[in-house]
Each structure stands twice: as C-alpha cells, then as structure tokens.
C-alpha cells in the first residue's frame, strides 16, 4: 500500500523535518515497516553532504564482531576519500551504522561514489549540496528522534512509509532513492513498475548502478540519467508516463524542485493543497491536515497529470 508525501515552500525556509515528520506519521498505518525523508536544507556552496549506512539496522542486534567490521569500513570510506583528494570537514554518526559528512572536493564525484560502494557493506544514501536523505526500519517518529529531524530547516522535503510487498524489509529497500551521477535528486513512489526489469536493463547497459532490487529505485536511476542528459524535470515526468508501465504515482525532488507524476489508469491516490507560498501532496489528505489543521481545499491530481514547482 505504502503511504508518499511531499511538501515544498515557495521563497522561504521552514522547519520541513518537523512537518514531514507529522505527514509521515499520519500515513503510518499505509506503511509500518520504514520510513524516509528526503530533506533539502540550505546549499553548502562547494561542498557536499554525504550521508551512507555502513551496515543494516538488523546486524546491530546480532552483535558478534559487527562494531569491529563497522570501524573497519568507515577506514576504507576515509581511505577512499583521502585517495581521491577529498577533505573531510565534519563527521558524525546519527546511528551506530548510519554516518553524516561534510565534504569538499573538485573533481568527479560518481569515481568517488563508485569507489566507496565497493566497499562491503556500504550504501551511500545521498551525496548533494542541498539533499541529505535518511531512511530507516520503524515509524516516523523512532526514524525522526533517532536522525534528529525534528528541527532540520529547508525548502521542500518528500518522505515515504513503506509496507513491504515485493523485496525485504532493510534499510536497502526502502524509500526514497537516490542515483547519481546527477546529485540532489531523489523519489519516491507508490505502486508496482511492470517493466522493472526490462528498463533496469536498459539504465545498466548505460552505465547506472542499482543498489536494491525494489522497482522503486528505477525512477530514481531514469530521473537523474533524463536530467544528466539534459531534460527539464517537467520533461522527464511527461515521457515517465509514456515509457513505464504499471501503476504509479511518484515524487520527484531536486534541489530547487518538487515534481509529481500519476500513471494512465491513476489507480494509486494522491491529494494535493497549493497556496501562493507552500505545496503539499499525499497519499492521503489526513497528511496535510496534521500540518494545516484549518479548513482548506485539496484536489486529486487527474490521470497522466504532471505538476513541478520552483522553489
């Protein structure tokens, strides 16, 4: 079933971690087994914000040898980095296996992202100059107090609560995505990609990397690969509509953007708000009312309907 949300402030800064958290919190009884956000915070001009998980949230509980493998590969991360000529400017662990840096380097990130998840065990969840994407096993509230959420001011924000139907329960398939090599884009999605495997592929032949085997994931790898090439995003989600099948409604965030896109048949729901300066979109309208509790007026976004806002 899954539960999808997004919320975007036209012109100002907002506490979007607080308000995600609410939406999400709302849809919980559409998703129980995780729960991500996607925040876009202020840029970081020449820098980037690395968040990577360096082990599941399982393997904590299993102890026997796992602080060990877990120190292990967070020296091969900063090895890696310090290779490729990268400083790191602050480290901190939001988890036991969930790390957060800020890092400044010049040169071709997707080498370096590529290089970093050689290493076993080790996903990087998001590398952005305004994204930073956090996901994680329980409800909204236990992922936002664990990631110190609450708090986290920013533009826009798209979050997600996942019911497990095809692929496992891990940090690894749930949602959102991200793909590099085009940074601060990431997606969420509610329904089922009938033509995962034929498209996933096609992305492979072109030199994309999955990390998962949730169809959820492919678009996140199809947006970046569209806007890597050129696309608008309003581009992108227009000939979406056209090249994959199934039954899907999905957000799409970059780091001045918030886009939506319904299937054909719009079998998945979806309800939005707008006003002069903040958009929000969910699952459910139960969402937007744990942010805007005053008497408003939402829609229903219609078959093939594509929306994008600016920040």
């Not at 998980?53 to 299993?62: L, P």
């Not at 309800?271 to 509790?293: C, G, N, Q």
Request: net charge negative; charged share 30%; aromatic share 6%.
């Amino acid at each position: 079933m899954c539960g999808i949300a997004g919320i975007i402030h036209r012109g100002k800064m907002s506490n979007v971690g607080g308000e995600m958290t609410r939406m999400l919190r709302a849809l919980k009884h559409r998703g129980p087994d995780s729960t991500g956000l996607a925040v876009y915070g202020p840029p970081h001009p020449g820098d980037y914000v690395m968040r990577l998980k360096v082990a599941e949230h399982e393997d904590i509980d299993r102890g026997r040898g796992i602080k060990e493998r877990i120190k292990e590969r967070v020296e091969r991360v900063e090895r890696i980095l310090e290779e490729h000529g990268v400083q790191i400017h602050s480290k901190e662990f939001a988890t036991p296996y969930a790390l957060r840096y800020v890092l400044r380097h010049e040169g071709d990130k997707e080498a370096i992202a590529r290089a970093i998840e050689e290493v076993d065990g080790v996903e990087i969840l998001s590398l952005g100059n305004n994204l930073e994407l956090i996901k994680d096993l329980g409800d909204a509230i236990v992922v936002a107090d664990a990631y110190k959420l609450h708090e986290f001011e920013g533009t826009h924000a798209i979050g997600h609560t996942r019911m497990a139907t095809e692929s496992d329960v891990d940090i690894r398939s749930a949602h959102p995505y991200w793909a590099f090599p085009y940074n601060d884009v990431s997606v969420v999605h509610n329904g089922q990609i009938t033509n995962y495997w034929l498209m996933r592929r096609e992305m492979e032949r072109k030199g994309h990397r999955f990390m998962s085997n949730c169809d959820s994931e492919l678009l996140a790898v199809y947006t970046a690969h569209n806007l890597a090439g050129g696309m608008t995003l309003e581009e992108s989600l227009r000939q979406s509509i056209g090249e994959i099948d199934g039954v899907f409604t999905y957000l799409v965030a970059t780091r001045d953007q918030l886009g939506m896109a319904k299937d054909t048949m719009a079998a998945k729901p979806l309800v939005l708000y707008e006003s002069d300066d903040l958009i929000a979109l969910a699952s459910e309208e139960v969402a937007i009312r744990a942010i805007l509790p005053q008497e408003i007026d939402t829609y229903d976004p219609y078959d093939e309907e594509i929306r994008v806002w600016q920040v």
